[in-house]
């Protein structure tokens, strides 16, 4: 799913394309994208775009009138920009094309890879009706420290979890957590309860210099063109989508835990002592046999290729 960097990176290359520009008329690839009726989709056409802004991981067209398209790519979403040409409009791909947003500079299209088509297109009327698109999460790059902490403290939940719901902290996902707890040391299964003083100031500072980092890596990679390969992965991430792989750290294997449709990928020198962290069905499936360090793991794959 893109986060905070990967749609901060879409914000920086829309603007100097849309913003001024009259969204002349929204196409619909699949009726299932919008999912609001009321104010009708038409009635956004004609209108210029006079801002653009994050809400979470939304992007959020403020149009004229007081209206906004509300943008959520969801897991598989993705943007694609063509520049105005002669002739016929920019066709929506069969495929996996969504939507197409006609401005007079270009072609917005909206595509995605998923057959679940979670990704949706909403028109709301007034800051009233885009607040019921905001979760309630904090801004983390705007928050002190005193704000992060009272976030953090409100429920207990394991980091993992408190870092990627959306109502504690916004626009913090899958990928971005996993590289947070890692920079912070930190295991994702610590609770937030359990966070001493010297512990949250890591994971503060980490939030912080992690998503800014990735920020200002992605546009300088980016440029002035626009962005055509968001993705999760990362070849310069340090644990995200690397099992297996060395921790850029420590040289320990970077191990993973799976859950739902999600996982969380961590390094068990640097966050949990070498201690290796099971997820719940493989607990139950191998009960006693789950190796509880790295060491015992290396002595269990050897006994299994004898």
């Not at 690839?29 to 991981?57: M, T």
């Not at 149009?63 to 016929?88: C, I, N, Q, T």
């Not at 996993?178 to 001493?196: C, N």
Request: charged share 30%.
């Amino acid at each position: 799913m893109p986060e905070l960097p990967d749609i901060e990176l879409y914000l920086t290359a829309l603007r100097p394309r849309v913003v001024g520009q009259r969204l002349e008329r929204v196409r619909l690839g699949s009726p299932f994208v919008l999912r609001s009726v009321r104010p009708p989709i038409a009635s956004a056409e004609g209108r210029a775009v006079i801002d653009l802004r994050r809400l979470g991981k939304r992007i959020v067209f403020a149009l004229e009138e007081d209206l906004f398209l509300v943008l959520h790519l969801m897991v598989s979403g993705r943007l694609r920009w063509r520049d105005r040409a002669a002739g016929a409009p920019t066709t929506i791909p069969k495929k996996n094309g969504l939507a197409a947003l006609d401005f007079t500079s270009g072609t917005l299209l909206l595509t995605e890879a998923s057959t679940k088509k979670r990704a949706s297109l909403h028109l709301v009327a007034g800051e009233a009706g885009l607040a019921e698109h905001d979760r309630g999460g904090i801004e983390v790059l705007d928050a002190s420290d005193a704000d992060l902490a009272a976030a953090l403290r409100r429920e207990t939940h394991t980091l993992k979890r408190a870092l990627t719901d959306p109502r504690i902290l916004s626009g913090i996902g899958n990928a971005y957590s996993d590289e947070i707890l890692h920079r912070a040391k930190l295991s994702p299964f610590k609770r937030t309860s359990d966070l001493v003083a010297d512990e949250e100031a890591r994971l503060f500072a980490a939030i912080r210099s992690v998503l800014g980092e990735w920020v200002e890596r992605l546009r300088a990679e980016t440029g002035a063109a626009f962005p055509e390969k968001v993705t999760a992965f990362r070849p310069q991430m340090a644990v995200h989508g690397r099992y297996g792989q060395p921790c850029p750290v420590c040289g320990t294997p970077v191990q993973r835990i799976l859950y739902a449709e999600n996982e969380a990928n961590y390094c068990p020198t640097c966050q949990t002592g070498g201690r290796l962290l099971a997820d719940r069905v493989l607990s139950r499936l191998m009960k006693e046999d789950w190796p509880r360090s790295l060491e015992e793991l290396e002595e269990k794959k050897q006994r299994d290729r004898l």
